[in-house]
T-cell receptor
Framework: DQQVKQNSPSLSVQEGRISILNCDYT??????FLWYKKYPAEGPTFLIS?????DKNEDGRFTVFLNKSAKHLSLHIVPSQPGDSAVYFC?????????????FGQGTTLQVKP | GAVVSQHPSRVICKSGTSVKIECRSL??????MFWYRQFPKQSLMLMAT?????????EQGVEKDKFLINHASLTLSTLTVTSAHPEDSSFYIC?????????????FGSGTQLSVL
């Protein structure tokens, strides 16, 4: 039972353009969502998060949008840079993330071409 | 930023042997650590929650007698895969949670790729 799904295993964009990574979830109890970035041979690192009381959170080039009715969130990166090439995981949590217990999606590999 | 060190990064072992993986929080104390497993092209799946000074909490479907977790100090948790079999071959990764308990404060180790022959 995959509660968090990233249906696109890979995405390729040109440098300077927008990257949009998508994530869907099924559990309506999730109230906190996070995006992690992972380089090869390294652990995931936190990128950006959003609480279910919001529909948008922005941090520099990164913006996360949450559509609760559709149980869908997306990560926008603009402008995309070659250094953004990595695997991106979305994750969801109950209890506003305070437990630290996360449910992850399968990941999307982003390639930004120079 | 905070650092979580995980060793070894890669291990190859024979079927039937046991493998120990260490997870250390280097510059903070972690009352809670999490162990995840990732099979190829699948998501990171939570295996267990390791609590300092008490028994680990295992997720449904994870055999606690096969995956022994010890969290003897505030900076070290170990996962021992006992009597490993080829189906246990996977990527194992730990994360440590500083006392604040905020999810975005989770810090991950670099992972251990286990291959059982």
């Amino acid at each position: 039972d995959q509660q968090v799904k990233q249906n696109s295993p890979s995405l390729s964009v040109q440098e300077g353009r927008i990257s949009i990574l998508n994530c869907d979830y099924t559990n309506s109890m999730f109230d906190y969502f996070l995006w992690y970035k992972k380089y090869p041979a390294e652990g995931p690192t936190f990128l950006i998060s959003i609480s279910s009381i919001k529909d948008k959170n922005e941090d520099g080039r990164f913006t996360v949008f949450l559509n609760k009715s559709a149980k869908h969130l997306s990560l926008h990166i603009v402008p995309s840079q070659p250094g953004d090439s990595a695997v991106y995981f979305c994750a969801a949590s109950v209890s506003s993330g305070n437990t630290g217990k996360l449910i992850f999606g399968q990941g999307t590999t982003l390639q930004v071409k120079p | 930023g905070a650092v979580v060190s995980q060793h070894p990064s890669r291990v190859i072992c024979k079927s039937g042997t046991s493998v120990k993986i260490e997870c250390r929080s280097l510059d903070f104390q972690a009352t809670t650590m999490f162990w995840y497993r990732q099979f190829p092209k699948q998501s990171l799946m939570l295996m267990a929650t390791s609590n300092e000074g008490s028994k680990a909490t295992y997720e449904q479907g994870v055999e606690k007698d096969k995956f022994l977790i010890n969290h003897a100090s505030l900076t070290l948790s170990t996962l021992t895969v006992t009597s490993a079999h080829p189906e246990d071959s996977s990527f194992y990764i730990c994360s440590a949670n500083p006392r604040t308990g905020e999810a975005e404060k989770l810090f991950f180790g670099s992972g251990t790729q286990l291959s059982v022959l």
